[in-house]
């Protein structure tokens, strides 16, 4: 699996630092396991940190400490093994590995629309963690986001603003995107997806909501 859209460099390096709340670090942990790409760009920000943080402990920061980092980036361990899972708790695909520490041991799907199921995965303050499972050839209606919307697909694809989305593509829209998903036609899309689950009510979310349900 060779994803073609990536987190941006700045969402790694909030992963890295543990700025992000679980849910959507739970979306990247999930890409970065099967994104070899990804996986570099993160070793590369984790060693450059650690590096920094022992020579500033040291208090030896000089104009040896980028060739040192250099040195320890390119001698570290490439772990190239990819692990997927295959969990029957009513998903047909396997899973990224990394994603089952999550997983229920049934899911619970509701119905979102005629076209759209979703299973809650975490539920947290800021964030919550779904699995959506939208039908083979459904188009959600056009809507935009007072948050933030981070999501990978798992199975299946989806086009969206004429961009394809396949298995293991990372997608994070802000309150500035205007969008309208089209699943595959041939099998249904199942995505991780992590919304403010604070603007589930009011705001374009809730009119959203309510018009898929109608
Ligand atoms: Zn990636």
Redesign the pocket.
């Known amino acids: 699996m060779y994803?073609k859209h990536?987190?941006s460099y700045e969402l790694l390096l909030d992963y890295a630092a543990g700025n992000l709340p679980i849910a959507p670090s739970v979306i990247i942990a999930t890409?970065?396991s099967i994104?070899h790409?990804?996986r570099d760009t993160l070793d590369t920000i984790n060693i450059t940190g650690a590096a920094l943080m022992d020579d500033l402990n040291a208090d030896s920061l000089d104009t040896d400490s980028l060739e040192n980092v250099l040195t320890k980036i390119n001698n570290q361990p490439k772990d190239t093994e990819i692990k997927y899972d295959y969990n029957s708790n009513s998903l047909t695909f396997d899973v990224p590995k990394t994603l089952n520490n999550y997983l229920p041991k049934s899911l619970k799907w509701k119905n979102l629309s005629s076209g759209v199921k979703t299973a809650e995965l975490i539920a947290d303050d800021g964030f919550n963690l779904d699995i959506y499972r939208i039908k083979s050839g459904y188009k959600i209606p056009k809507h935009t986001h007072t948050g933030f919307e981070y999501t990978m697909v798992l199975d299946g694809g989806f086009t969206d603003n004429q961009i394809y989305f396949g298995p293991g593509d990372?997608s994070f829209l802000d309150d500035t995107s205007n969008h309208s998903p089209k699943a595959d036609l041939d099998r249904d899309c199942y995505c991780l997806v992590s919304i403010d689950s604070q603007i589930k009510l009011t705001g374009p979310i809730g009119r959203f909501i309510n018009l898929i349900n109608n």
Do not use: A, I, K, S
Request: charged share 10%; hydrophobic share 10%; net charge negative.
């Open positions: 994803p990536h987190p890409h970065c994104c790409e990804c990372f």
